[in-house]
């Protein structure tokens, strides 16, 4: 099954699952649970915003840090420039905060409130180089556009 044939059979099942809910942390936890158990990823989960910093939120995967200030890293240059990050070789990215040596790719799409404005992100790391794409960017974006538009923030 290719990667679009598989985002194809999981978004619809998505949707359903948080369709109705608006509880933020609940909705979270159960994406990035949904996403980790499809793709195998080494780390998928939410950072939220507080203030002038993320804070870590639901995920999956290994421990992570805390709290990343924003503008640093690759989560706080997404939340930074309002725009996903797609990034094939974390070593290769200026700033990167390595929470896992294991980390090798990653990918962090902004998630906005229904004012437009960044209230988290969609954080994935994986342990191989070169993962994420433009396949991953346009599922991952369609479905923070639907949180956006479920869940109830802060």
């Known amino acids: 099954m290719t990667k679009q044939e598989k985002y194809?059979?999981?978004?619809?099942q998505l949707l359903g699952l948080i369709?109705?809910?608006t509880n933020a942390v609940s909705v979270m936890a159960n994406v990035a649970a949904m996403l980790h158990?499809?793709?195998?990823w080494w780390w998928t989960g939410f950072y939220t915003i507080e203030g002038d910093r993320l804070e870590?939120?639901?995920?999956?995967?290994?421990v992570a840090c805390y709290?990343?200030?924003?503008?640093?890293?690759?989560?706080?240059?997404?939340?930074a420039r309002n725009a996903t990050?797609?990034?094939p070789d974390v070593e290769q990215f200026p700033g990167h905060i390595a929470c896992s040596s294991l980390s090798r790719s990653e990918i962090v799409v902004p998630v906005h409130d229904s004012n437009d404005e960044v209230v988290a992100v969609l954080d994935i790391d994986s342990r191989d180089l070169a993962t994420f794409d433009e396949t991953d960017k346009k599922y991952l974006e369609e479905l923070v556009i639907t949180l956006?538009?479920?869940v109830v923030w802060g």
Request: with cysteine; aromatic share 8%; proline share 8%.
């Open 8 to 12: 194809e059979e999981l978004m619809p």
């Open 67 to 79: 709290r990343i200030k924003h503008g640093r890293g690759v989560c706080g240059t997404a939340w």
């Open 37 to 40: 158990e499809a793709f195998g």
């Open 19 to 21: 369709e109705g809910e």
């Open 56 to 62: 870590l939120g639901p995920f999956q995967g290994p």
């Open 148 to 150: 956006s538009k479920t």
């Open 85 to 87: 990050v797609i990034v």
